[in-house]
Every structure is written in C-alpha cells, then in structure tokens.
C-alpha cells in the first residue's frame, strides 16, 4: 500500500512537466550559492570545520554518484527510471541532454550536502541550553536561548541543513534497490518508505548525540553557550 501511495506522488509530480526539472536544477544551483555567501558571513568557520564538512560532502557525492552510474548500468536508456525530474527531462529533451543533468544534479546536491554541514557545524552552538543536567535535559533544553522568531527559524535551519547532509546517504540505498531489479518481489529487502522513515529517525538520533556530545565539549573548555 505504501509503495502504491509513493508512485501515485510521482505520477502527479511528472505531471508537472519540465517546469519542475527546470525550478529543481536552479533551486540547487542558487541554494549552493546562498550557503556560499551565508557561511562568508560567519566569523567562526574554521579549518577543522571546513575539514569536516568536505568529508561529509565527499561521502555524499560518494553516494550520489553511486546511484547515478548503477541506474544508467541497469538502463542505459534510462527507461526504468521513475524519478518524474529526470523523467521530464528525458522527455523532453533526450537522453543525452538528461545524462548531463542527472550528472550536473548530483554534483551540485553533494555540494549543497558539504554545505549544510558546514552550517550546521558553524553554528550548532545556537541550539545550545544555558545548562543541562543529562542527556534528556540537553533534549528538552535545546533552543532555549531563542529570543525571538528569527532566532527559531534559525535554528530549525540549522537542523534541516543535518537532516539534508545526511540524508544524502540514503542514496545508497536507492542504488542498492536499484541493482536488484527483484527488490519489489523479495520479501527481505524493505520497501522505500520504511527504509526512508528508518533512516531519517537514524539521523535525528545522530544529531542529538552529536549536538549533545558538542555541548559537553564545549563546557568542558569553560565556555558559556
């Protein structure tokens, strides 16, 4: 039933036509570029976070790249595809025109993922309580120093740029969908949705811990959030 509800979603969204795939294509091109000019304004970006945050962009673009080159093995034509962006381009302008695409997509994705980490890396700090006694203390406490409502779109921003980077990696997943062609038939592999939703409490675990984790650090240094 879940995966009758997923393709419904993409019939509708290919419905859009090439619009979309043009507003996507832009969207990830003018959000690098607005992560570029908003990590220039922040004073804290250092070495060690930048070092970080390549990392995570490599892995991303690692995973990526993986789904990219496993699709065009197992449809060189792309007709197995069932992402309606990449549909629409194959439509409308061809196969080739959608190889470059796909290719210029992912590139830009990865580095949109480098990006969010090293925002949320900068300023993760923001998220930090005046104190916590524990762990769950930490989690109720989180965004308590928020003052008005800038500050709290801020700083779910800040989250979401987590969720993004680290999202990345469930391409992987799709390409390993995407290598078994039986996947829809065989009872052990999870379907898209239930593997999303694991994977997205994955990260929202993750982020706790290492938000939390960064926190005790820094009070360890004799720092005030």
């Known amino acids: 039933m879940s995966m009758d509800v997923f393709y419904n979603l993409l019939e509708k969204l290919e419905s859009l036509g ?28 250092s070495s060690r ?8 962009g490599v892995m991303a673009l690692a995973a990526n790249l993986t789904d990219y080159f ?14 309606p962006i990449w549909r629409n381009v194959i439509d409308t302008w061809g196969i080739t025109v959608a190889w470059w695409y796909g290719f210029s997509g992912k590139i830009l ?8 980490a090293a925002v949320y890396l900068t300023r993760r700090d923001r998220l930090y309580p ?11 406490r989180m965004g308590e120093r928020s003052r008005s409502w800038r500050d709290r779109l801020s700083n ?9 980077a680290g999202i990345q990696l469930f391409c992987f997943y799709i390409a390993f969908l995407n290598w078994r062609v039986d996947f829809e038939t065989d009872p052990r592999v999870p379907p898209v949705l239930p593997a999303l939703v694991l994977t997205l409490l994955v990260i929202g675990a993750a982020f706790l811990i290492l938000t939390s984790r960064a926190f005790q650090k820094h009070i360890a240094r004799g720092r005030t959030p």
């Open 130 to 140: 005046e104190r916590a006694a524990s762990f769950f203390d930490f989690m109720r």
């Open 70 to 83: 496993v699709t065009f093995h197992r449809s060189p034509d792309l007709y197995l595809e069932v992402n």
């Open 156 to 164: 779910l921003f800040t989250v979401f740029c987590f969720f993004f």
């Open 109 to 116: 994705l990865s580095l949109v993922a480098g990006l969010m």
């Open 18 to 45: 090439i619009a979309l795939s043009i507003a996507a294509w832009l969207t990830v091109l003018l959000g690098s570029l607005g992560l570029i000019l908003l990590l220039r304004r922040e004073r804290s970006s």
């Open 49 to 56: 976070i930048w070092r970080s945050a390549s990392i995570i």
